[in-house]
């Protein structure tokens, strides 16, 4: 863990203190008061985390010139379509391929707890199973915008007999793992709190935009060595400006749901279809760079 990436981590744990102070003083927020500050704060950081992809590729060498990054653009675009067009036609079997990229993404947030990425989706399953154990009935009301309301209930009552096999697990691998430096381990112990203790979208809220979108948004500014803030923010324009037209997109073909709902259900879609192009090409850069530490 870099200098650079400790207030991050302040950030976080003063962010989950605050929420769960307010939770359980003033009581908790409506669904479509908390659907609202998620789906802002996923436009503001969420979306724009994935936008440097470009610069990736650049960094990688699998883009070197202009013919190449079009290319590049257009098979990222090309991913998300049909991405889009499985969430249309197949929208159980969509939400469930979301939730298992979901775990092994997030997971990686914490892969230090093992010595194999097979094993980090372990952290990350149970980090998105911790909703299902306190809060399970809003779980399925979230699902049920996506899928069937009887699927969506089955689906929150599989994740809370799973989420008392994956947090044990987690917690083991944190602990046996010395390596881990100890904010680390204190940064992982207040995460699953948080998706214990906080209603589901504020738990994505502090985890996945002010936690997780953040290190990685910190860590490619300092990575890519970005001379200014202003070149950062400039490299992030095309690929966000995209996402938000795609996102218009995406909510005129669900027109008919309330604005809350809507909001939600548009901004989770557009994050799924883009983590697989994201996903894929942050894969590739770690490839890339543990093969540049051996040679």
Sequence with gaps: MTNSLLPIQRLFVGAVAFLLILNYSLGTLSFEVQAIILSILMLVLGLPHG??????????GLVDTRRKLIL???????????????????????????LLISAWHFGSDFSKFSSSNLFSIIPGIALLTTPFVFYQNDVSQIFSIFVEESNALSLSVIGHYMAYIFIPLSIIFATLKSKVP??????????????????????????????????????????????????????????????????????????????????????????????????????????????????
């Design 51 to 60: 936008a440097l992809d470009h610069k990736i590729a650049e960094a990688t």
């Design 72 to 98: 590049f653009f257009a098979g990222y675009l090309l991913l998300s379509i049909v991405g889009f067009i499985f969430w249309v036609t197949f929208p159980l079997a969509s939400l469930l391929f979301f």
């Design 182 to 295: 100890l904010n680390d381990r204190f940064e992982f112990i207040v995460t699953l709190s948080a998706g214990l203790f906080l209603p589901p979208l504020m738990f994505l809220v502090v985890f996945f935009c002010l936690s997780h979108s953040l290190k990685h948004l910190s860590e490619l500014y300092f990575t890519l060595n970005f001379k200014t803030v202003r070149a950062f923010f400039y490299a992030l324009f095309p690929l966000t400006i995209l996402s938000y037209i795609f996102l218009g997109l995406i909510a005129l073909n669900y027109s008919g749901t309330s604005s809350a709902a809507l909001s939600l259900k548009s901004v989770i879609i557009l994050l799924s279809v883009l983590t697989i192009p994201h996903m894929l090409i942050v894969e590739y850069w770690k490839y890339h760079s543990k093969q540049s530490d051996v040679a």
